[in-house]
Each structure stands twice: as C-alpha cells, then as structure tokens.
C-alpha cells in the first residue's frame, strides 16, 4: 500500500496531496506511541480509536488497524502516519496460515532485519516509527524439538539434542537462522493450544504434548517476536547463557 502525504491548511483541514509517498508492506514492523487521548470517548463510537469497553488485547492477537497520512511536516520528521482506530478481529493467527497469510512474512529473524533495513533506507517518512531490530518472522521448528518449562511464567521450546543418548550434550537450533529457543508465555501456551482443563496442571500438561507431537510429525509453525530488551534483560542476570534471539 502506497500512502501519500498531504499539505496541512488549518487546525484539522487537509490541503492538496503532497508527491511524498512511503510504502507499508507485509511484514513491516511499528513503534507506536499511545496517547491518553486514544482512550478517550467520542460522540461516536466508531470515532474512537480503542472501543469503549475494551481493558486488554492479549498478546498475539490479531486486530484491525487504521492508519491515517501525515501531513508534510510529518512526513519530513519521519513520522509518516498515525493510528486511527484499532479493533480486534473475532479469528486468531490459525486463520492467517495461508499463501497471502503468515506465509508473506519472512521466514527467519535475518530476512526480517535485512528486509526492514531495506524498507528504512528507501521510506525516509517512515523512518522514526519502523521497527528494525525488533521484528517479527514465520517459520517451522526443527522436528525433534520440544518444550520445557523455563519458570513459572514462562516455557521455552529448544532444538532435539545434538547426540539425543546424552543428556548433557547442547541443543541444535528450534529454527533456522541461528534461533536457539522460542520462549513461549504461559497464558499464550496455553490459549494456543485451547488448553482449557479445569485444572491447570492438567492444561499444560496437554498443551505440552500437543506441541511435542505436532514437533515430532514436522508440523509445528512459530510467529517469533525478537525482543532486544528482554534479551539484555536476561543477559544482565546470566551473562554466559546462550540466548535465542526471540
């Protein structure tokens, strides 16, 4: 999708369509800012950008977003556009493994920075609010892994074993492109995978062989997010661990 700028006539009128123009693609990460007035209520419902009644959009949920041109002067300064309204859809990520899907994204954590510094260098209007460190990709987990609780909060799926009678011996990579590990939040483990026992114990319990099953058949697809912050995070605590970019 091209997005053209436009000349600013006013308080709140837009003038004539500006030739600056950025490109947003598939797979193209945003930093965006939230304001208090986002939360605001409208006259109209439809005008709002968050509806009224929403507390939370969990993660890895997939919404419906607006974005609105700015004018030249944000253009100029990088910021090529704005949030208008944001909505979640009633289907989840399942319903996007298609061709024109999960499919379009990169397939490793490399492609998606070498991408977004691709798309930076040639969207200067987009070049304070796109990602290029912290982006996302879509891929397959080597057959063989599987997953372990890494705490209380948190479970994390590793690569088989590289001599699988040993279990001292170092874990190959979960994916390709140098991905060690994929950390997996429990709450997300556990909606993934429609894990919804009374009991929670029971619930992971499930939610854990079914990744390991669908592992070991070479079925099992991620949504990896990289998080830089995390990572340094985790590093400032255990500075010789051997860290998954994601």
């Not at 004018?71 to 990088?78: A, D, I, L, S, Y």
């Not at 987990?141 to 799926?157: N, P």
């Not at 990289?226 to 500075?239: F, G, K, M, S, T």
Request: net charge negative; glycine share 8%.
């Amino acid at each position: 999708m091209r997005m053209y700028s436009f000349a600013k006539e006013g308080q709140f009128n837009k003038g004539e369509r500006s030739e600056e123009s950025v490109l947003i693609e598939s797979g193209m990460t945003f930093r965006v800012s939230l304001k208090e007035f986002m939360y605001e209520t409208k006259k109209s419902e439809t005008m709002q950008v968050f509806p009224a009644d929403l507390d939370e959009i969990p993660a890895f949920s997939v919404t419906e977003i607006m974005v609105c041109p700015s004018n030249t002067k944000g253009f100029g300064e990088g910021y090529g556009f704005h949030v208008g309204r944001v909505r979640p859809c009633d289907f989840s990520l399942y319903s996007l493994q298609t061709a024109l899907g999960l499919s379009l994204l990169p397939t490793t954590y490399e492609q998606s920075v070498a991408r977004a510094d691709a798309w930076a260098e040639g969207n200067l209007g987009l070049r304070k609010i796109l990602e290029c460190r912290n982006t996302g990709f879509f891929g397959r987990a080597q057959t063989g892994s599987y997953i372990v609780k890494y705490s209380d909060a948190v479970y994390r799926f590793v690569g088989p074993k590289t001599s699988p009678g040993d279990p001292e011996s170092t874990h190959l990579n979960v994916m390709e492109g140098g991905v060690y590990a994929v950390d997996i939040r429990k709450e997300v483990l556990l909606r993934f995978t429609n894990a919804v026992d009374a009991s929670e114990e029971e619930s992971l319990r499930y939610a854990c062989c079914l990744l390991d099953l669908a592992s070991s058949a070479g079925a099992l697809d991620f949504y990896v997010v990289h998080n830089e912050y995390l990572l340094r995070a985790v590093r400032a605590l255990w500075p010789s661990a051997p860290l998954p970019p994601c």
